[in-house]
Nanobody
Framework: QVQLVESGGGLVQAGGSLRLSCAAS????????MGWFRQAPGKEREFVAA????????HYADSVKGRFTISRDNAKNTVYLQMNSLKVEDSAVYYC?????????????????WGQGTQVTVSS
């Protein structure tokens, strides 16, 4: 079992930056691939970024490539999402997710464990 708690969301102006954190419980965090997803009001949940257990493989949605960076610190049981050059359309609730078996790492249905989400609001 893995429990996930996101933090770091907030209100920021367009062009600004935020860093989200996702703290995981459990001693086997380093065995889990991790992902970030987001959901805006009235829209479906969408993939944002993912990282494998070692940090050696990452994936990004086209909409965030070059602006967002996912990373992890297995010693701290934490995964991060550094978000730069934020746009109004990045506003959403951001969720982190975890699972050990991730064939694509980009599909939400592959993840069994989810956090409660953190709100990111980007103003124009």
């Amino acid at each position: 079992q893995v429990q996930l708690v996101e933090s770091g969301g907030g209100l920021v102006q367009a062009g600004g930056s935020l860093r989200l954190s996702c703290a995981a419980s459990g001693r086997t965090f380093s065995r889990y691939g991790m992902g970030w997803f987001r959901q805006a009001p009235g829209k479906e949940r969408e993939f944002v970024a993912a990282i494998d257990w070692s940090g050696g493989e990452t994936h990004y949605a086209d909409s965030v490539k070059g602006r967002f960076t996912i990373s992890r610190d297995n010693a701290k049981n934490t995964v991060y999402l550094q978000m730069n050059s934020l746009k109004v359309e990045d506003s959403a609730v951001y969720y982190c997710a975890a699972d050990r078996f991730l064939p694509t790492m980009t599909r939400g249905v592959e993840y069994d464990y989810w956090g409660q989400g953190t709100q990111v609001t980007v103003s124009s």
